[in-house]
C-alpha cells in the first residue's frame, strides 16, 4: 500500500512539472547547406563578347579586308558622288584607274560626262543611280556607281560629313567631327569643282550599302 502511495506521488509530481512549462518541446532538424550559384562571366574576359544583344558590337580588328574610294563633287543645284567598294586588294589594284578616271569628268547642263578607261563597261542608271561602271579585274568584277543629290550649297561641310561618315559605318569605322575632315579626306579637283576625295579601309558591316543622303532625300549608293 505504501509502495503504490509512492509511485502515485512520484507520477503526480511528474504531470504537474509538465503541465507547468509554457516552453514547446525543442525540435532539431538537418537543413542540406545550398548548392552556390555559378560564377557570372565577366564579358572581359579574353574569348567572351563585350556587348550584351541588341547593343553595337565592338569594332572589329585585324588587317582591313574591304575598301571604299569615293568622290563628292558638291556642285548646285546637285552634288555628285563617284563610289567604288570592295574587297581591299581588288580596289587597291584599280586605283590608279580611278584617279586618271576621275580626271576625264567634266559637268555639261548640271550632268556629269566621262571617257571610259580601257575595259570598262557603262550600264543605265536607276532609280537610285545615275550609272553604274563596271571594273573588270582578277575576280568579280567591281562596281563604280555615280549618283546624284540635290544640294543648295548653303552648308558643304555638313553636306560632305554625313556622307563620308555614312561611309565609315559601312566599313565598321568611328564617325568623325567636321574639324577631322582635313586630315581624313583629300581635297581635289573634278570637273573643274573642288571636291572631296574619301579613301576608307575597314571591314565591310552586313546589310549592304545604303544611299547617300543629304536633308533626307535618299538617291545613291
Known amino acids: 500500500m505504501f509502495f503504490l502511495r509512492q509511485v502515485t506521488l512520484?507520477?503526480?509530481g511528474c504531470l504537474a512539472i509538465v503541465g507547468c512549462s509554457d516552453k514547446p518541446p525543442i525540435t532539431s532538424y538537418t537543413?542540406?547547406?545550398?548548392e552556390p550559384l555559378p560564377a557570372m562571366p565577366n564579358p572581359h574576359d579574353a574569348g567572351l563578347p563585350k556587348t550584351l544583344p541588341g547593343q553595337d558590337a565592338p569594332p572589329p580588328t585585324g588587317e582591313p579586308t574591304d575598301?571604299?574610294?569615293?568622290?563628292?563633287?558638291?556642285?548646285?543645284?546637285?552634288?555628285?558622288?563617284?563610289?567604288?567598294?570592295?574587297?581591299?586588294?581588288?580596289?587597291?589594284?584599280?586605283?590608279?584607274?580611278?584617279?586618271?578616271?576621275?580626271?576625264?569628268?567634266?559637268?555639261?547642263?548640271?550632268?556629269?560626262?566621262?571617257?571610259l578607261p580601257e575595259g570598262w563597261q557603262q550600264q543605265p542608271?536607276?532609280?537610285?543611280?545615275?550609272?553604274?561602271?563596271?571594273?573588270?579585274?582578277?575576280?568579280?568584277?567591281?562596281?563604280?556607281?555615280?549618283?546624284?543629290?540635290?544640294?543648295?550649297?548653303?552648308?558643304?561641310?555638313?553636306?560632305?560629313?554625313?556622307?563620308?561618315?555614312?561611309?565609315?559605318?559601312?566599313l565598321q569605322l568611328a564617325s568623325i567631327a567636321a574639324d577631322a575632315l582635313a586630315t581624313e579626306t583629300k581635297t581635289i579637283d573634278v570637273g573643274g569643282t573642288s571636291s572631296t576625295l574619301v579613301n576608307l579601309a575597314g571591314h565591310a558591316a552586313a546589310g549592304g550599302m545604303q544611299p547617300p543622303f543629304a536633308s533626307g532625300a535618299p538617291n545613291g549608293n
Request: net charge positive.
Open 10 to 12: 512520484v507520477a503526480i
Open 125 to 170: 542608271g536607276n532609280a537610285f543611280r545615275f550609272a553604274t561602271l563596271v571594273i573588270p579585274g582578277e575576280g568579280k568584277p567591281l562596281e563604280l556607281t555615280v549618283s546624284g543629290l540635290p544640294n543648295s550649297g548653303s552648308d558643304n561641310v555638313a553636306y560632305v560629313l554625313q556622307n563620308v561618315n555614312r561611309w565609315r559605318g559601312q
Open 67 to 115: 575598301r571604299t574610294l569615293a568622290v563628292i563633287v558638291p556642285t548646285t543645284p546637285q552634288g555628285w558622288f563617284f563610289k567604288l567598294t570592295g574587297p581591299e586588294a581588288a580596289v587597291a589594284a584599280v586605283e590608279p584607274a580611278f584617279n586618271d578616271f576621275l580626271k576625264t569628268v567634266k559637268f555639261a547642263d548640271g550632268q556629269p560626262t566621262w571617257t
Open 31 to 34: 537543413v542540406k547547406k545550398p
